[in-house]
């Protein structure tokens, strides 16, 4: 089980290297948004595989809020970018 | 036989996450970036939800974990929807292949106004007429 789950962590880790990418390269400030929206659920999941494998639940609801903050960022984004504030991407 | 499971649902979910990183650095433009992440990022968090589910085994701890599921299952596309829109108004382009963009010929950026084509003196009086069904 622990090397399942070392692969996993491996993976995931890969995909916030490819995310990160994105955040970095991203043409428009659109792109960002949703780079770190992916961000966020990916960082949901990896403290979902470290609750497995340290056997403590508690994480889960650390979880709960990562997802949380997600959420609330991607709408304060669409809001700024809706209402047209000053960009500079 | 119940690790193995478990096992095969980390692994899956993280490769779908992996696969929705893929897909935001590989796709063309905005929206079909958007499409990759936000399906398929979901569907690898709920993959390792239940694997975190079937390894605690409570009661407490299984309603937690679907929480988060139903949580993932209800924000995701809210915020797909409203990144979706606020990209479209700020005019993010569009992937060269697209072949139909269904707001263009109906939306006009400056007024922020939307037209339907039936905007007639006849409609905006909002009476009912001679030949509407009862």
Redesign the interface.
Known sequence: MDTVILISQVIMSLALILTFVRVVRGPSLPDRVVALELFSTTVVGLVGVYAIKSDVASFLDAAIVIALMGFLAAMAFARFLERGGPRDD | MI?FI??TL??A???F??L???G??RLPD?LT??HA?TKA??L??IL??L??AM??A?V??VA??F??IV??LM??P??AH??G???Y??G??LWSGTVKDELRPNYDPLTHELKSGLETQENAKRQPRETDPD
């Open positions: 690790d478990k096992g980390i692994i979910g993280s490769l996450i992996l929705a990183a893929v935001l650095l905005l970036r958007m992440t990022a979901a690898g968090v390792v939800m694997a975190a390894h605690f409570e407490g701890i937690r974990s929480a988060i949580f993932i924000t995701a809210v915020a409203v990144i829109r606020a990209g108004f700020v993010s382009k």
